[in-house]
């Protein structure tokens, strides 16, 4: 079972945020007014299908894009009231991203692809810390070409974390990964969320995997149809696919 946050303290809010996206006459409503606040320490999962407003809610909430209208805030701090230079000093700070594609470096070694970050980052674990908290203490200095597909997003999610953001953003992080081996990263993440309280807030097509959550948010059109809470969250082992 994935423990409960300890506190429902707020750690990011989205106020009647709109998106949209213009191709000379045509407008795209990405998102159309959603209103959202992630908690410190919770595990969220992202429902909706295709277009919903999924992706583009993420890329918001972790300053990667700026809203149409509406506000966005981290704590007290207004981010659609920074510029670049703001916004790339949040992510840096704050946030760690973990994509459907590993986005590793082929020439770098697992430990090498995660002191990428760990070189810019203020606080940061070390690498070997941060690979050995998703179970690759054996592989640190092994190329992306001999890892699997599981290993390879664990060194991603490794990555991510070694500069200790309060918040993660996971966009598909199983889409391309069979069962047995979406459990492995999967419990990954819940390690992370349960060791060190980090904020998590993962898309997925694969609805069963709502089970590892404290909230699940079903998107449609661009927007929140409705949120579940979770009482009594699932491993990810215990998760049927």
């Not at 700026?66 to 981010?79: A, C, E, I, Y």
């Amino acid at each position: 079972m994935t423990p409960a946050p300890t506190a429902r303290l707020p750690i990011l809010t989205t106020e009647a945020v709109t998106k949209v996206y213009r191709t000379g006459a045509l407008a795209v409503h990405a998102l159309a007014g959603v209103s959202l606040t992630l908690y410190q320490s919770e595990i969220v999962v992202l429902l909706g299908a295709s277009g919903s407003g999924k992706s583009t809610l993420l890329n918001i909430l972790g300053g990667l894009d700026q809203p149409t209208s509406g506000r966005v805030m981290f704590r007290d701090q207004d981010l659609t009231a920074l510029g670049d230079a703001g916004l790339t000093a949040f992510r840096r700070a704050h946030v760690g991203f973990v994509f459907q594609f590993y986005n590793l470096v082929p020439s770098l070694t697992a430990r090498e692809n995660v002191a990428l970050v760990t070189e810019i980052a203020d606080h940061p674990m070390r690498p070997e810390e941060a690979l050995e908290r998703v179970g690759l203490a054996a592989r640190l200095d092994h190329f992306p070409s001999e890892l699997s597909g599981g290993e390879q997003q664990r060194v991603a999610i490794a990555r991510a974390i070694a500069k200790r953001p309060e918040i993660l953003l996971c966009d598909e992080p199983t889409g391309a990964l069979d069962s047995k081996t979406g459990v492995t990263v999967l419990e990954a993440l819940v390690e992370v969320n349960r060791d060190l309280g980090t904020t998590t807030a993962l898309i997925t097509h694969n609805a069963e995997i709502r089970r590892i959550a404290h909230r699940v948010i079903y998107m449609a059109d661009g927007r929140i149809a409705r949120v579940e809470e979770n009482t009594s969250p699932m491993a990810p082992a215990e998760v049927s696919w």
